[in-house]
């Protein structure tokens, strides 16, 4: 796929992007580069290949999903301006 100038000058216009001549012709040949770039990724035997997250195979260390900080609900509650059942009451803003 290649970009003609017209072709920028369209995605700049909808992109809102005001582009002179200059800039458009330099743009395509990024653009173009870009695009043939993704053409010969797409052109690569990917068969028998499995998808992987990550380039090499890392682990994440975890730590153990324990409570550390003490419940304080009740405080918190104490100075809230509404609670109600355990709950927050905030102004209705939606209609």
């Known amino acids: 796929m290649s ?28 653009l173009n580069g870009i695009f043939g770039l993704i053409e010969s990724m797409q052109a ?14 890392l682990a994440q260390r975890l730590r153990p ?12 509650q104490a100075i809230a301006p509404q609670v109600e059942d355990g709950l927050y009451l905030v102004p209705k803003v939606i209609e």
């Open 3 to 30: 970009l003609s100038i017209d072709d920028v000058k369209r995605i700049a216009k909808l992109a809102r992007i005001r582009v002179s001549e200059d800039e458009a012709a330099g743009y395509q040949t990024r």
């Open 44 to 57: 690569v035997d990917t068969a028998g290949v499995e998808p992987m997250s990550h380039a090499q195979d």
């Open 65 to 76: 999903d324990a409570v550390t900080e003490p419940n304080r609900r009740e405080a918190f």
